[in-house]
């Protein structure tokens, strides 16, 4: 398609017909949306060569803009990233269905039975960049929540966009829902995405994915609640009271298993009753990974003690503790206390997954409830906060936002819960 | 207190002294927050005639201003109130604690054990305008549930606020509680709504009760999430299998039980098969408590010929079916069907309440589900909409929005899940 005349016109259109398609969505069964999800996978893989075409003009579109080489990684679909695409679909065709569930149902002593049931939100809006593998994904999620979806990815990627859509819709034609269930932006035009964020009669929730930019674009410009989280700021906590060899293993993993996922340790605290213990082993393990240390004076003279003279010992300063690197970069903080662990990570963290290593549960129940933080652990790694490690299926995205879904969000977070009232003809007196 | 300086930084004070607060009163235990709330509740009832005397003077201003009857009457506190509010502290105290239970723990495979834990929101901001009662009520549910609290009231009744405000302050210092959990924005100066509007740093969710025009400028104004409903345009729809007598008497406690409520039913959707039957009867009782009919053309028909000429039966104009009318008057239609009352319903209605009288369990069925409205009912009347009636002990608002909380929103809606792991060292691989 080309760029339409009018985008605000293009998108009102957009809107109106994912509000209409909504409610087809929301009302249909368990049978249906899976019959469509299983078929939306078949095509994909039937169509694996169009989509590696498809993919292809875009990867080589980017290379001549001269995206660098981490966007063209972003970009690329491979047979094996379009079979995970398709398998992906086939997943959430297995999870369960919250539409309709009706929980807690009390009676009353006026005779009303009071419960709450479990609906989709209506119509979800997701912005995303270059990968095209969330075109399918987040489809498939939305359409199992009973919503109606507005799909605009980067516009590098629009060619294998359109591509997947092709299949989207074919699955949902198949199983007789609407193809406007599932809608992608096609066009480049970027006022595209402001007029998405400003529709609020028409789109309920907006899920970002991607780097902080388009999250904070999002956010500045967007009236229209979001499923987001900005910043992974995590932080490691070594209690006094840790078995030192499982702390250092966790923190080890917490920070190296990958470093630019948004639940790698950033800063890692220590207790002092403990820091000459697992300090230097861990700084050995850190920098013989090339990990950069960042500390604070405690830190840096236990540290120093152990490494020497290495150019990647530094000392931190105030910003380093605000700081997400997502690289192999760590701060690293000696603490007096477990109070001061809490109110370094109430001041410096991001709100996402924070994690004590103690051995001492009273401790662990402090920081389990003091933390305020999507996720809060104890003796684990901090790459756990993850929607498959918690057995949600799959996830949307992780919010570090208070109201409804914090941490990872899977279909129940794209649900809300409505009350429903059973009576036999009571009125109020 | 006069009026600060500088408004802005009066505010950012505030907002920065209540983000302090809300740690210590998220850890609170349940039996400190309780004893708060038993010396609020004395306090009260010790300060009866002082509470009589500020309020009296906020009365005679709000009469000298020239403010109606129904405002004064609003103002106005009564020996009876001042009870019931110190009843209604007794009351919170009593409710179950939300703050830190655990559940939906599972084992993964990893070994971890995923779970959520409820939370406070952390700090919340009350927008009201002249009821004074509802500074002990706000003030309340957000302490129960672990949250600071900010109360910005109308500026007429500030002698009144300042005093009930007094006896939070004792209670919350008798159990040891610090005083800013609720602070009470003690200016007249209509600026400090806008600021309190756009303090996303330190507040996490705004509550504004009151009339249309509040709601509609804190929406405006905020991007502060809120919780809220703005309109309450409720529909009784009879079914042609309702049993008729049952369906007479819903729609008429919906309408007539009280007009003025958000939860009052402001149009009545009649199918075609029994509309013969059910709509005289119903014409007639309306008519003879004086409320007036706003009728589509089939409705007309049947109604005029059951009241003649009787100047409250008038034709509905498309205006009237968005309507909420807060009044004795009602609109009037006749659908074809079960389709056409819930497409009417998704055209015209507000997502608050709507209910359905048949005796067919498949058409309860689909309404419950396919009515997006944050509470649907069955063989219930509309009226049932309500905290209290729903057993959450008490209300803070009714939101209509859907993520969140919908519907009454009581300790619960204060709170929100985050994610728990308890780990035995477990790293990811």
Sequence with gaps: MNAPVDIKLYME???????????????????????????????????????????????????????????????????????AMARGLDQVAALADPVGQVSEVRERPTGIKVGRMRVPLGVIGIIYESRPNVTADAAALCLKSGNAT??????????????????????????????????????PDRAAVGELLRMNQYVDIIVPRGGKGLISRVMAE?????????????????DERADPERA??????????????????????????????VLPPLARIFLDKGV???????????????????PLVKAATEQDFGTEYLAPILSVVVVASLDAAMEHIAKYGSQHTDAIVTDDPERAQRFLREVDSSSVMVN????????????????IG???????????????????????????????T
């Design 13 to 83: 259109d957009i809107g109106r017909r994912a509000r209409a398609a909504a409610r087809l969505v929301a009302r249909a069964d368990t049978a249906t949306k899976n019959r469509a999800l299983a078929a939306m996978a078949a095509a994909v893989r039937r169509d694996t060569a169009a989509l590696l075409a498809a993919n292809a003009a875009d990867v080589a579109a980017a290379r001549a803009a001269g995206k660098d080489a981490a966007f063209v990684d972003r970009l690329t679909l491979t047979q094996t990233s379009i079979d």
């Design 150 to 187: 507005i799909l605009r990815g980067g516009s590098e990627s629009i060619r294998s966009n359109r591509a997947v859509a092709d299949c989207v819709h074919e699955g949902l034609r198949a199983a007789g829902l609407p193809a406007d269930a599932v809608q992608v932006v096609d066009t």
């Design 222 to 238: 967007s009236r229209i609640p979001m499923i987001k989280h900005l910043d992974g700021v995590c932080h490691v906590y070594i």
């Design 248 to 277: 250092i293993r966790i923190a080890d993993n917490a920070k190296t298993q990958r470093y630019g996922t948004c639940n790698a340790m950033e800063a890692l605290l220590v207790h002092e009753a403990i820091a000459s213990r």
């Design 292 to 310: 950069e240390l960042r500390c604070d004076a405690a830190s840096l003279a236990i540290v120093r003690a152990q490494a020497g003279n290495s």
């Design 380 to 395: 684990a790694s901090t790459r756990f906060a993850d929607g498959f490690e918690y057995g949600l299926g799959a996830e």
């Design 398 to 428: 992780i919010s570090t936002d208070k109201l409804h879904a914090r941490g990872p969000v899977g279909l129940e977070g794209l649900t809300s819960q409505k009350f429903v009232v059973f009576g036999t003809g009571q009125i109020r």
